[in-house]
Nanobody, 126 residues
Framework: VQLQASGGGLVQPGGSLRLSCAAS????????MAWFRRAPGKEREFVAA???????????YYADSVEGRFTISRDGSRNTLFLQMSNLNGDDTAVYYC?????????????????WGQGTQVTVSS
């Protein structure tokens, strides 16, 4: 599967932004999808993940730092993964990456995912 992330940009503290990740190549619905981010000088870290839908509903997982502020979702008709980000702060400044795997060995670790998008920059600053 090929992934293309987009939607990053400059946003003020407290603002919102929606990232998109367009997938192509294989059946989108088969994949466990996730967002990771890498802040300057830091390791890539888990942000959120979405399982394939089970009985029509995907399971979602969030890092503690974004729980309640970020929402991951997927649109099977458009083969697209989204990350709606709200109440952004400076700690959210990073390059955001989408990732995919059929059966990730570790759902909240970058090492668990085989397929990666190119990243999109999010900068939170006044």
């Amino acid at each position: 599967v090929q992934l293309q992330a987009s939607g990053g940009g400059l946003v003020q503290p407290g603002g919102s932004l929606r990232l998109s990740c367009a997938a192509s190549g294989r059946t989108f619905s088969d994949y466990f999808m996730a967002w990771f981010r890498r802040a300057p000088g830091k390791e890539r870290e888990f942000v959120a993940a979405s399982s394939p839908a089970y009985h029509g509903v995907p399971y979602t997982y969030y890092a503690d730092s974004v729980e309640g502020r970020f929402t991951i979702s997927r649109d099977g008709s458009r083969n697209t993964l989204f990350l709606q980000m709200s109440n952004l702060n400076g700690d959210d400044t990073a390059v955001y990456y989408c990732a995919a795997d059929i059966t990730p060995s570790r759902t909240q670790s970058p090492s668990g995912y085989q397929h990666w998008g190119q990243g999109t920059q999010v900068t939170v600053s006044s």
